[in-house]
């Protein structure tokens, strides 16, 4: 009798065991909440919410680094990365021309707009952020036509300003709290001391460059309007609306470079150098990456900073 009962009582404990594995695998239960399931457009924004909700987060970036941010297409696995997350945070300014796709595939999530509140300059992209028809439930804060009408010609690289960082933190954790107001402490507190880190950040490319102001520089893609705003320089941009320049703006860019000393062409590791290279081989120049979504973002920032004022200094630019 107990020889029949030992396969049915190893099947019990097998299953037992086998139970207890899955549950290990499970998110934790109530009493525990596991991580706030969070999915990036960018790669900054995903370095900001890391920074905000430190280990209480799980982040991933839905446009890998390389990609065109203005070409991009979320792929099917990317989607379904997005059906998972509890929070996703947009750039806002125009930039997500995908954003319907992001919304179709998961309508519960609660959509942050990190450009909410920020100052937006003119730029020149005219796509439209599908996201914002119809979806205004859905999003933290008014619908950015509602804040800026002319939301089509933004620019949309609004992360390159410490000033613009520290809204856009902030957004995120407003966003962050919502999703998970247990932390909200933590959250805030984690803000706090970027914001101290993204102050420092401003005050030091701000004595970088003091002596500088109107101090012109070239680069490949207009991505540098609100760093160069900030500290009062003047970005000239090769590529218009993404657009290799014709014959007629190459020869202005080449002048301009000339009649200001300039000898150093920034281009963006994400575009093809080709039209930046040319106009550093006509004024005998050098091409120089500067990259706006690098992963360490305060870090890139100092170092464009360096970079740019050091170039200006030494044509005289300086004070």
Request: contains cysteine.
């Amino acid at each position: 009798m107990s020889s029949s009962r030992s396969p049915v009582l190893a099947l019990a404990l097998a299953l037992a065991l086998l139970c207890g594995c899955i549950s290990n695998e499970d998110p934790p239960p109530s009493d525990g909440p596991g991580k706030v399931k969070v999915v990036a457009s960018t790669v900054p924004l995903a370095t900001f919410t890391k920074m905000v909700g430190g280990d209480l987060v799980s982040v991933s970036v839905l446009v890998p680094p390389g990609a065109n941010l203005h070409t991009f297409e979320p792929a099917p696995s990317k989607l379904a990365e997005v059906a998972k997350a509890d929070l996703y945070i947009k750039n806002g300014a125009g930039l997500e021309i995908w954003m319907d796709k992001i919304i179709g595939a998961n309508r519960r999530m609660l959509v942050v707009d990190s450009s909410s509140g920020i100052d937006l300059l003119e730029g020149h992209h005219h796509h439209e952020d599908g996201g914002d028809d119809g979806e205004a439930d859905h999003h933290h804060g008014p619908s950015r036509r509602d804040l800026h009408p002319s939301i089509l010609t933004a620019d949309p690289h609004i992360w390159l300003s410490a000033k613009n960082a520290a809204i856009m933190a902030e957004n995120i954790c407003r966003g962050l709290v919502e999703v998970d107001p247990e932390n909200a402490d933590a959250f805030r507190e984690n803000l706090a001391a970027f914001e101290r880190e993204l102050e420092d950040l401003d005050l030091e490319l701000a004595s970088t460059f003091r002596g500088t102001e109107g101090g012109k520089f070239i680069v490949l893609h207009p991505a540098w309007g609100y760093f160069a705003r900030d500290y009062g320089l003047v970005q000239v941009a090769i590529l218009e609306e993404d657009k290799e320049p014709g014959p007629r703006q190459l020869r202005t860019i080449v002048d301009l470079a000339r009649e200001e000393g300039i000898e150093t062409i920034y281009v963006d590791p994400n575009f093809n150098p080709k039209s930046g290279e040319i106009i550093a081989a006509e004024i005998d120049g050098r091409i120089v990456a500067l990259d706006p979504v690098a992963p360490d973002y305060i870090e890139n920032m100092r170092k464009v900073g360096m970079e740019i004022s050091s170039e200006m200094m030494s044509r005289g630019r300086g004070g």
